[in-house]
């Protein structure tokens, strides 16, 4: 009789024990799903999760672009206080239509490049400065890789015809190769390119 007793009291124990084991660790899933639910739909997540997955250089709104200053203490009227400038009657100066979107970064390299052209007893010296819509991420590889940029640079410098030398429409050409050129280093380099523009400083034809 005692064992009959014995038994019925531990039935209810072996019950409870087991509610808690699998209990509690439903109670914890559901508790932190629910946290987690909170937290992706407060945004506690997302963007962390896209800061890590795109690790790129960010494009810089016009707004944030570092502008050139006048001259201080300069005279004959290089820009006034509050936005004026000479020419529009103390008026500020209009703002014109269009307009690049996002700001631009220039960096001029600091040796010129001289190539021969192609089938040609004659060559080319060319001064170039980039310019990039990007944070200053693209500067900085830029600065990084420039032995082989400037490598890249003189190979495709290379392959420049009489022809184009001599157009505007040619000289464009160069740009963009020369550009392509550069952006294919960075890629290959840092995985990222980001020049925009090449533009000659010097351009002399021998």
């Known amino acids: 009789m005692s064992d009959a007793k014995t038994e019925s009291a531990a039935a209810p124990k072996k019950k409870r024990n087991l509610l808690l084991l699998v209990g509690l660790p439903v109670l914890l899933l559901g508790g932190g799903g629910g946290a987690a639910f909170y937290g992706m739909q407060a945004g506690w997540f997302s963007a962390t999760a896209h800061a890590e997955e795109n690790d790129e250089p960010r494009l810089v709104p016009k707004s944030e672009e570092k502008r050139a200053s006048a001259k201080e203490g300069g005279e004959g009227g290089h820009g006034g206080e509050g936005g004026e400038a000479p020419g529009h009657g103390g008026k500020p100066t209009p703002k014109g239509e269009g307009g690049d979107k996002y700001a631009s970064s220039y960096y001029p390299m600091e040796k010129e490049f001289t190539s021969n052209l192609q089938d040609s007893v004659h060559f080319v010296q060319v001064g170039i400065a ?22 890249a640079v003189l190979m495709a410098l290379g392959e420049t015809t009489e022809d184009e030398v001599f157009t505007a429409e040619g000289k464009r050409h160069i740009q963009d190769r020369l550009a392509k050129a550069i952006n294919g280093v960075l890629k290959e380099k840092e995985g990222f390119g980001g020049v925009s523009n090449v533009y000659f400083t010097n351009f002399i034809v021998q």
């Open 130 to 151: 980039v310019s990039t819509p990007y944070d200053e991420r693209v500067l900085e590889n830029i600065k990084t890789h420039e032995i082989a940029i400037r490598s």
